[in-house]
């Protein structure tokens, strides 16, 4: 039956409907570029959704644990493959991203006979020097869209990846109305946790997604926040480390605690 | 446990040799039929000449700046003092082509370990890493090339201490109480640190370190006067050894500057004036 074109796209078509009705629930990620570096947040209580690729690439992820984690692990292998035999600076986001996974995405998803990658990606690249960062969204067909383009030269510091579209769509528009460029880290914390609510609340409505509705007002996030973090939720905070002094700038941070960029260690060096 | 966070073909146990030798991008290792070779040998280029002791804050590790291939100096500049991770700092004795591949092969493990198993590899497991990738080396020590002879040392962050190993050439790991030589100029050094340990104003292990630092520039200078293929301290040259520091807050590569002033501020023998060429006359 799949041998005939409409079949066949009959059921891409529904493997589409599964797969986004298996991630509608997700945990949205906020991926937010700051002076301190590029913050990644977001909310859960079981097991780690934020995870260190390399040195400068970090990577978050909503959809099956299983399927997450083999992508993880074969990105986790390309670069450090790459970094090894020739230079860490050979190791790019956008040649992970181009040539090793969306490829692999799009051609699980598209053998209608095996199983697809049940998973939605977002991907953070520390820019060198004073280049942007490279925020990737990568969906599970395989598509994926950067936070700016090489052709227009236009960067946005954020990128999110949601169950939804909606939520994505309405985090996005908070996200664009806030200005990270000068924020400490306690603030750009602040706005990404409340991109995160504004994502969870506009997935909890009751309406259709085509219809716009305003964003939720700064009482109604407040109480969400209050909400979802007095249960047994918590927030996963890490950081690219812009100042970091060492290759390695993935840090883990925790939300409650204030974070100083200055490390002891480095002071007494100084000294 | 590693069954959980593993993919379909298990892999996430695969170590980072492993992963490399699956993508074919581990080369050949360098081996020597024993044919005939041009003259008395090819001269292998060597590092030379390295130490390690415990002090107060931690463990001090240190080595000179040559590298030599028979009498021939091929290299001053040489950095045989390798950070491996935000704890662990490697000295390297022996011949550089194989121990600079094996520093960047542990740094790249321990990191692949890190971030594949998301929880640092156990300081054992480091030791042992080391140990593995000697002992893989040893065909070529048999026939006469690459030898290398390192010490290691990192933080222990579960004992609260810091850790000093040494090794032999087949990768048998020995942990050091006090400290550790390798190297052409190590029998030099290492009767500097045992007479300075045993009969000093006090044990290395209570040194504070600026007394430590200066110990050090002192031993490796003690043994280039009598080994030609220690680079010591090249004080016209400004070439000054390579001296990190381990502790608790992580590795600290002391900067140039600190070593001058402490190597000269001690000195006995130091010329205080070189007579210009015209006073000569």
Known sequence: MIEEPYRWMEAIQNRREYIDLQLATGSAIVALSCPDGVLL??????????????????????????????????????TSVEGFTRSSLDVSLRRLVHYSLSSMLKEAFEQVYGAPFLVRLLFAELGRDDAPDLLVRLDYDG????????LSGKVEPFAVVAGQPRSAAAMEEYLRGRDCSSATLEEAKAIALDAWMIGSLVAAENRGAEEAAPLPDEAA?????????????????????????????????SFEETESPARPADEEAEA | MMEISGNREGMATEDFTGLLKRHGAL???????????RGPGLPQTEATTILAFKFKGGVLMAGDRRAT??????????????????????AIAGVPATAWEMARMLEHS???????????????????????LLRDNFGNVVQGIGAVIPLFATYDEAKRQPRLYFYDAMGAQFEATDYAVSGSGSPAVRSVLYYANTYGPRP???????????????????????????????????????????????????PERILIKAYQRNLVSLPKHTPKFSELE
């Open chain 1, 41 to 78: 947040l977001t909310v859960g209580s079981d097991r780690q959704k934020l995870f260190e690729i390399y040195d400068r690439i970090a990577m978050g992820g909503i959809g099956h644990p299983g399927d997450l984690e083999r992508l993880r692990m074969k990105a986790i292998e390309v």
């Open chain 1, 143 to 150: 598509s994926f869209k950067a936070n700016g383009g090489v």
């Open chain 1, 221 to 253: 996030i407040a109480r969400h926040r209050e909400k979802v973090l007095g249960g047994k939720a918590a927030v996963e905070v890490a950081l690219l480390d812009r100042r970091a002094k060492t290759a390695t700038t993935w840090r883990p941070l």
């Open chain 2, 27 to 37: 080369g050949e290792p360098l081996t020597y039929d024993g044919g005939p070779t």
């Open chain 2, 69 to 90: 291939a028979g009498n021939v100096v091929v290299y001053d500049r040489a950095d045989k003092v390798l950070e491996i991770d935000r704890l662990s700092v490697m």
């Open chain 2, 110 to 132: 321990f990191q692949f370990y890190r971030r594949s198993q998301l929880q640092e590899m156990s300081l054992d497991g480091k030791v042992r890493a080391l140990s593995k």
């Open chain 2, 204 to 254: 290395l292990v209570r040194m504070n370190e600026e007394d430590a630092l200066l110990l050090a520039l002192r031993a490796l200078d003690t043994a280039a006067e009598s080994d030609t293929a220690t680079g010591g301290v090249d004080r016209h040259g400004r070439v000054y050894p390579v001296v990190k520091i381990v502790s608790q807050s992580g590795v600290v590569t002391l």
